[in-house]
């Protein structure tokens, strides 16, 4: 059974850092992509980044680009994710996946998709 749990969220300043985990079971790196995703009240959930399988490839949304870092430890089965210069904007709850990278030209997404629980970040201003 794959499971997924998030953690590090919390509330940061903006301009500041938090790194988010994904600690996964029930599967290998090497089977699934991982996708961090997030929804803000009242919004639409949206794709963050992605990892592909074997950590070979990351993606990440333009509003995030230069900011943001997805990695992998496959000895820890666990997913990272580095966010650095924090806006509000990007208040949400985190939410991590794994599932079928589809990717076609500069849009991808994750399809079959097993999620976490979730994981609130707060940044003010």
């Known amino acids: 059974e794959v499971q997924l749990v998030e953690s590090g969220g919390g509330l940061v300043q903006a301009g500041g850092s938090l790194r988010l985990s994904c600690a996964a079971s029930?599967?290998?790196?090497?089977?699934?992509?991982i996708a961090w995703f997030r929804q803000a009240p009242g919004k639409e959930r949206e794709r963050v980044s992605c990892?592909?399988?074997?950590?070979?490839?990351?993606y990440y949304v333009d509003s995030v680009k230069g900011r943001f870092t997805i990695s992998s430890d496959s000895a820890k089965n666990t997913v990272y994710l580095q966010m650095n210069n924090l806006k509000p904007e990007d208040t949400a709850v985190y939410y991590c996946?794994?599932?079928?990278?589809?990717?076609?030209?500069?849009?991808?997404?994750?399809?079959?998709?097993?999620w976490g629980q979730g994981t609130q970040v707060t940044v003010s201003s």
């Open positions: 029930g599967f290998t790196f090497d089977e699934y992509a």
């Open positions: 990892i592909s399988r074997s950590a070979t490839t990351t």
């Open positions: 996946a794994a599932g079928v990278l589809m990717v076609a030209g500069a849009e991808w997404r994750l399809g079959y998709a097993s």
